[in-house]
């Protein structure tokens, strides 16, 4: 099977080439009724741009997103959100010289051993620019995870060997690495100028949190929350290594050392752990602490500096890449992290809400309040249809109020009142109610026109 999906029941198709005319992202499975910031897609996606920097490529795409479907009026619909980026600042001509050569450490080589043909342009579906259409799709997780009161978090930990030796999550957009401790930032910035001098790039660390998950996401034994935002994570371009909480410092720590103690929290009732050497996730699914994920970013493989190669039909090559390259990929896959961890917990999210109803105060409140929306929603439907009826009686010469239509509507739902233990005179009240507003309705649209 093709492997352009992801996700259960909150499910993500990425569409598109760096070369082709757009790329973009289906999100399906997404209830209806939900409110879309379409001004927060874009800022999340102008974070991912290019350009940004003088550590990170020169491509100057403006991103801007188009929303074809899903949402109305900014919500969504129930139906598959389809968002689409053109490609505006394609330079093909730049890989004119090498369209015959592999870049080592890039898929070209790969792509042409498993489809028999590959677009060197850009190294096509391979290229980071496809990311652009998950940070479009993750930008909705985002928000609507947002309202439940969970956020996620990215930033470079470490590049070039230079580790943060603090956490202040407000220097994060202050500086064109994306790191919370601006004194490490400043020594980053430096190796990654002296790399791209010598032609060369440098790689990093990325780590993401996830503040405030609820515990119980997460389906083992295959869907183990890890093994889902492995799975996320390690489909990112340059992404070799993934980890959660203590990670492969654990392979080095005594029983004692790494397990987290635990206690009830007086004021909440709740389990906690007083570390977090376990990332917030315990048998594959979340306890409630911060969820903490690292990733591994190689340096990018598109260099200047000459390197041994292969030709396309198996010749001998030296080849030097020029064009615009990011010397470090880390800034750009903050973003592109974020996306993909927001989009594996918000399916897990709805996973869990199947399977469990929720008795936090919070959640059951949101989900009468969505209820209260749709009520609404469906009556501005139907008084609508109301309005159209309206305009046919009108052209018939029909009278507005029909006692005998109002019965048989009353009789049927009724009946499925009744049928659901529901209180059949609150029910019939309710009816009589709605029969008065569209009766009222249909003579203000007859005096209306009539003005
Ligand atoms: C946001 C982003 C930007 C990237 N920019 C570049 C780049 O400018 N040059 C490059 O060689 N690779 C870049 N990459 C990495 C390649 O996409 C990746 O190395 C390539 O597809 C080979 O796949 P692999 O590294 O996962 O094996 C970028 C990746 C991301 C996520």
């Known amino acids: 099977m093709a492997g352009n999906s992801l996700g259960s029941n909150i499910r993500i198709v990425s569409f598109g080439e760096s070369h082709g005319r757009a790329i973009g992202a289906v999100l399906d499975g997404v209830r209806p009724g939900l409110p879309i910031d379409v001004e927060m897609i874009q800022k999340e996606l102008d974070r991912r741009r290019p350009g940004q920097s003088k550590v990170t490529t020169a491509r100057a795409e403006a991103d801007r997103v188009e929303l074809l479907s899903g949402v109305f009026e900014g919500r969504t619909t129930g139906t598959p959100i389809c968002m689409l980026i053109w490609n505006t600042d394609q330079r093909p001509q730049a890989y004119e010289k090498i369209k015959d050569m592999f870049r080592p450490g890039h898929a070209g080589y790969t792509y042409m051993a498993k489809y028999g043909i590959s677009d060197y342009r850009g190294g096509g579906r391979s290229s980071g620019r496809e990311t652009a259409a998950r940070v479009a799709a993750g930008a909705i997780a985002k928000q609507l995870l947002e309202h439940k009161g969970i956020r996620v978090i ?105 397990n987290d103690s635990m206690y009830v929290e007086e004021t909440t009732g709740r389990v906690r752990t007083r570390t977090n050497n376990a990332g917030g996730i315990a048998g594959g699914i979340s306890n409630g602490e911060d969820i903490v994920v690292r990733i591994a970013v190689k340096p990018p493989s598109s260099i200047r500096k000459e390197q041994e190669t292969v030709t396309v039909d198996k010749k001998p090559a030296t080849i030097s890449v020029e064009g615009r390259h990011d010397p470090c990929i880390c800034p750009r896959v903050v973003p592109v992290a974020e996306a993909m961890v927001a989009l594996t917990i918000f399916d897990h999210l709805t996973r869990q809400q199947l399977l469990r109803k929720t008795t936090r105060l ?49 009789k049927k739902q009724l009946a499925v009142a009744r049928d659901l233990g529901l209180d059949v005179e609150f029910t019939r009240d309710l009816f009589k109610a709605i029969f008065q507003l569209s009766k009222a309705t249909q003579r203000k649209g007859k005096d209306h026109k009539a003005r």
């Open 154 to 258: 990215a930033y470079t930990r470490e590049v070039a060997g230079i580790a943060i030796g603090s956490v202040d999550f407000e220097e994060i957009e202050k500086n064109p690495l994306r790191c919370p401790d601006p004194v490490a930032a400043k020594k980053m910035e430096e190796l990654v100028l002296a790399a791209k001098a010598e032609g060369d790039s440098v790689g990093g660390v990325v780590e993401v949190i996830v503040q405030n998950p609820p515990a119980g996401l997460g389906e083992p034994v295959f869907d183990k929350l890890e093994a889902e935002l492995g799975k996320a994570l390690l489909s990112i371009g340059a992404v070799k290594g993934f980890e959660v909480g203590n990670g492969f410092v654990a392979a080095r720590l005594k029983g004692s050392e790494n």
């Open 362 to 410: 919070r959640d059951l409140r949101d989900t009468i309040d969505q209820i209260d929306h749709n009520i609404v929603l469906l009556l501005f439907e139907r008084l609508a249809i109301v309005r159209q009826i309206g305009e046919v009686k009108k052209h018939r010469g029909t009278k507005i109020g029909d006692r005998k239509r109002e019965d048989e509507v009353l």
